[in-house]
């Protein structure tokens, strides 16, 4: 696969390196592994439910992290002193990391475990400086105008 080269981007744009290492983690193909099965559902206009099959894993021994806009769900089972012999091994039990990242203002709600399943509730929560906000247009009467601390002319007026 070619490589992209965002040299021209950087020289007129500040703030983009976290997209070209989102486009190189994309292009390394680093989630390739399949280990464990999920689904990423959209629940509403900002909500998402990130659902991981976790069977043979309890509460404790899985693991979510929250860090620079990436989930890192990691799960590790405990061997408590196995009492039997497995004959058969079909449920993997295996230690595993998945990392996804998270658009901006993305957080995590909560997370819980039911019938082998890990429940990940996800919402966007946008700020409410970047929120659209809507500007009175005044009638055409003239302003009221408000005196200005330091305003050099309104000292002048004043003395």
Do not use: C
């Not at 390394?28 to 999920?38: I, N, R």
């Not at 099959?53 to 196995?82: C, H, I, M, Y």
């Not at 039990?93 to 995590?108: K, M, N, P, T, Y």
């Amino acid at each position: 696969m070619t490589t992209v080269d965002f040299a021209p981007l950087f020289r007129t744009a500040i703030g983009f390196d976290r997209l070209a290492r989102l486009v190189d983690t994309a292009a390394s193909g680093q989630d390739a592994q399949s280990y464990p099965p999920y689904n990423i559902e959209k629940t509403g206009d900002d909500s998402y439910r990130l659902i991981m099959a976790v069977a043979g894993f309890r509460p404790e021994d899985l693991d979510l992290t929250v860090k620079d806009n990436t989930l890192v769900v990691s799960g590790r089972v405990a061997n408590d002193g196995q009492k039997s012999e497995i004959l058969y091994r079909g449920i993997a039990g295996r230690a595993f990391e998945r990392r996804f990242v998270l658009a901006d203002h993305i957080v995590v709600e909560g997370a819980d475990v039911q019938h082998g399943l890990l429940h990940v509730g996800l919402k966007r929560v946008v700020p409410e400086a970047l929120k659209p906000r809507k500007i009175a247009i005044g009638s055409g009467a003239p302003a009221v105008q408000t005196s200005i601390a330091n305003d050099t002319q309104d000292a002048s007026k004043a003395a």
